[in-house]
């Protein structure tokens, strides 16, 4: 018996295919699995490619931070893999010309092959233009700061006198790719090779040296020595992440992921609606055959078999076909983003494979319960008649399984249940008002219709409308929900990015001015204003521990987070001001009182660290306790560029604490010469150049907006089969509408005008709608996703409008051509 109904089952799909009711259904789902896989295919490799150019920005793949040197096996394991492994030292030591003054600075050495990842960028002439180097400096030369040549008086191709050897200055040092804006190591840096180390001899007992290994290589086989490295390490030693070595990219590269990945949900989001329309189409124009099925003996459960064989072969067809168009579409998206990314992409990856043929299969089949059920019901009696609920109020369960495999693609997609379900209830209630809108709005036509239906076709328009008020719903809910995740994307694509490009202007500051001393913040101030860079802002920033909480020593083995032992092992920068106006978002607590002992703590370390509202903590600052209350926590914006602070306490709890200033600016590069004034003169200052690090937060914002660009338009595809399904969803009613219409006199002029008034009032009302949703879903996802003020625009409504009201007419008037030239009598003698 099985046997018989598959084989009437493909038959059936064929004829159906043939007839044309599975079309529409097979474009959804070639439409979305297209969408998916190609915007998962692309942002899995731009993603990889992001992750990877972070680890340009470490110097390595996998860099491990330790006290000790790295052990030789873990070299000697890390090489048996197939993989790169260096050593890397690092200390403060004092160098200078042979007969002049010495100056401290930052040694750091390395051997054969730094960096592993990235580049550095040097120049022979602080007069012309850097360059790109991958490689250390050779036996017997070193790299310097321009700063220290500043503050020696040497240049390039003269010697320095490092320890007990003399090296010659070959290059200075423009970028180093793993130096971080950390403000704790201010001495100018002196990079230098190894095998020199020991002629130096610089290292002796008791030295203060920070050791680092670097390892570089397969992807995988990284992965993999990581885990086996990770249980031998103990509290001191840890494994660099982005967050720790560079936070300051680690957001971007956030914010980039979140904008790629919102492409995908929208695009799911667009392919949801076209599958449940084509499915509702589907399920109206299968009535009868499903009720001649059930006159010559079929059963439900035949029916419904039959039904969901057809389903799996249009889902296995359609999957298949949307993955080929998927990945050939994303070859050319590559082909725009091979000339931003530094290197090429990763290759293809599985997962958004499996993510597209899960979203043809399970949309498919979780959006087509409700429709199908209602045809499983269908009684051989229905073959005289073809009423189908629009919504069967008794397939509840089959809406929220259709819900929950929304929700757990968009969950999977996104990769944060609160960002995935977010969204998708985001739309589903969008979804639900939409309709509650729509009866609202047809009770108002309805109202009006004897003000308004004087004229003929107005008259007819109106009554369709109202006559047609489900399928009237259906079509301006499904065409707003479409369209509003279009112009959500329209505004990801715009105002978004713009916003977030403002978090990084042209004039962000790209030099920090470290360890000024209180009684050089004036004339620095002073010497900047001359050369127009006023209304500076300088941070007083002094160094301590936080070493007890509620009269509780606070102690690393209370502490299972690493990142906690870690930040009670260091000091903290601290600062102190009279307001937190200019130090973060105040998200708990309340504005200070300068008078008293308080302090604002960053609520992300204050999580880490088990920090609340009301504790009273206390800093060792110079061998002194001061015990302060925590009074608020703050959000803090670290790709401000601008300087942050972990704690910003009360100047009655600082003010008379030893202290140096720091401060930020945006040199022109014409002005380059300035810091080199300044260094000169307070030779004590360190200036911290990060034009390099914007430079590639620049290129992030650049490769995402090219992204988004061309991925916009799977969104306009998916678009017009939601309009398209919408549309034809009532085109059999019309079609005996107008043969009745006809019948009594109606001319096709008439039946044109109304049905044109018709397209355009529920474009109209879908575009109104669609707008007014995307904007409040950008907002939210400004404000609590992507952390960044939106620039509101009147653009979507203007956009949904001029949209929404022409395209429903023009797709209309595709969808619903033969409409009005189908002869009555014919339509008339198959309806008796």
């Known amino acids: 018996m099985t046997g018989k109904w598959v084989k009437f089952g493909f038959k059936q799909t064929w004829r159906d295919v043939r007839a044309g009711d599975l079309r529409l259904l097979a474009l959804a789902v070639v439409i979305a699995v297209a969408a998916v896989s190609s915007v998962g295919f692309l942002s899995d490799r731009v993603g990889r490619a992001l992750e990877r ?18 052990s030789q096996q873990w070299l000697d394991e890390a090489r048996d ?29 390395v051997e054969s092959g730094y960096p592993l990842r990235g580049e550095l960028r040097t120049t ?46 070959d290059r200075a040092i423009t970028y180093e790719p793993d130096r971080g804006v950390q403000f704790v190591n201010v001495a100018p ?26 390892v570089a290589g397969d992807e995988l086989a990284v992965g993999a020595y990581r885990e086996w490295l990770r249980p031998q390490l103990d509290v001191a030693q840890k494994i660099l992440t982005l967050d720790e070595g560079r936070p300051e990219v680690r957001r971007t590269l956030d914010r980039a992921q979140q904008f790629l990945t919102l492409v995908v949900m929208i695009a799911v989001l667009i392919a949801a609606v076209a599958i449940a329309l084509g499915a509702r189409r589907f399920s109206q124009r299968q009535q009868s055959a499903v009720a001649v099925m059930r006159c010559v003996g079929a059963t439900q459960s035949t029916v419904r078999n039959v039904l969901m064989l057809e389903f799996a072969l249009v889902a296995l067809a359609g999957s298949l076909v949307g993955l080929l168009i998927g990945w050939v579409a994303q070859m050319g998206l590559v082909s725009v983003m091979q000339e931003l990314v530094s290197d090429e992409l990763p290759g293809v990856g599985l997962m958004p494979a499996l993510q597209g043929i899960y979203a043809g299969f399970w949309l498919l089949f979780s959006f087509s319960v409700p429709p199908l059920q209602a045809l499983s ?6 073959i005289f008649r073809r009423d189908v609920p629009a919504f069967p109020l008794h397939s509840v369960m089959g809406y929220l399984l259709a819900f929950g495999g929304f929700a757990l693609l968009m969950w999977w997609i996104a990769g944060d249940p609160k960002y995935g379900f977010g969204l998708a209830a985001g739309f589903v209630g969008a979804a639900v008002l939409f309709s509650l809108l729509g009866v609202v709005a047809l009770k108002v036509v309805d109202s009006l219709r004897g003000v308004l239906g004087r004229r003929v076709h107005w008259r007819f328009a109106m009554a369709g409308l109202v006559r047609r008020k489900g399928a009237t719903i259906a079509q301006v809910s499904a065409l707003a929900v479409g369209m509003m995740a279009i112009l959500l994307l329209t505004i990801v694509r715009t105002d978004l990015l713009q916003g977030w490009q403002q978090t990084l202007p042209p004039d962000a500051p790209n030099r920090f001015l470290i360890n000024i001393q209180p009684d050089q913040v004036q004339p620095v101030r002073q010497t900047l204003a001359k050369a127009q860079l006023d209304d500076l802002t300088f941070y007083p920033m002094v160094r301590g521990r936080l070493i007890e909480r509620n009269d509780k020593a606070l102690l690393v083995e209370d502490f299972e987070s690493p990142r906690a032992q870690r930040l009670l092992q260091r000091d903290f920068n601290l600062s102190y001001a009279a307001s937190l106006e200019n130090n973060g978002r105040i998200i708990a607590g309340r504005e200070f009182d300068p008078e008293a002992f308080e302090v604002s ?51 009655a709890a600082l003010d008379r604490q030893p202290q140096t200033f720091i401060t930020s600016f945006h040199l022109p590069l014409e002005q380059a010469a300035l810091t080199q004034t300044l260094v000169r003169t307070y030779p004590n200052l360190t200036v911290f150049d990060v034009g390099a690090v914007l430079s590639q937060l620049q290129s992030v914002l650049d490769r995402v907006s090219v992204a988004i660009q061309g991925l916009f338009v799977f969104a306009i595809l998916a678009g017009a089969v939601v309009l398209a399904a919408a549309l034809s969803s009532s085109r ?40 007014t949703g995307a904007t409040l879903a950008a907002w939210a996802l400004s404000v609590w996703v992507f952390e960044f003020a939106m620039q509101w625009s009147i653009t979507p409504w ?30 008339l003698r198959n309806e008796a």
């Open 124 to 169: 022979r002439s602080l007069t012309e233009p850097d360059e790109v180097t991958t490689s250390a400096p050779e036996t017997g030369e070193v790299w310097v700061d321009p700063q220290l040549l500043a503050l020696t008086g040497l240049s390039v191709g003269e010697t320095l006198q490092v320890g007990r050897k003399a090296l010659r200055i």
């Open 732 to 771: 059999d009613e019309r079609v005996r509408e107008a043969a009745l219409l006809r019948a009594i006199g109606a001319t096709n002029r008439q039946l044109a005008s109304a049905q044109r008034i018709e397209l355009l009032f529920i474009g109209a009302m879908a575009g109104l709608l669609a707008a």
């Open 798 to 827: 203007v956009l949904g409008l001029a949209v929404c009201m022409p395209g429903a007419w023009l797709a209309g008037s595709i969808v619903l051509r033969g409409v009005l030239r189908s002869p009555p009598l014919l339509i």
């Open 189 to 214: 840096r002196v990079l230098m090779r190894a095998e020199d180390l020991v002629d130096a001899g610089l290292l002796g007992e008791g030295s203060r040296v920070g050791h680092s290994m670097l």
């Open 53 to 70: 150019d972070a680890a340009r920005m470490l110097g390595a793949d996998l860099v491990l931070e330790t006290p000790e040197q790295a």
């Open 601 to 651: 703590m960053e609520t992300d370390i204050a999580t880490d660290l088990g920090l609340s509202l009301g504790d009273e903590i206390v800093f060792e600052i110079a061998g002194q306790p001061v015990k302060v209350r925590i009074t608020s926590l703050r959000q803090v914006d670290w790709d401000s560029m601008r300087p942050n602070f972990f704690a910003v306490l009360t100047p």
């Open 377 to 382: 019901r269908v009684s051989p009696a229905q």
């Open 81 to 109: 893999r197939g993989l790169s492994a260096i050593r890397v030292w690092r200390f403060p030591s004092m160098v200078g010309s042979a007969d002049g003054d010495l100056q401290l600075a930052s040694i750091k050495v």
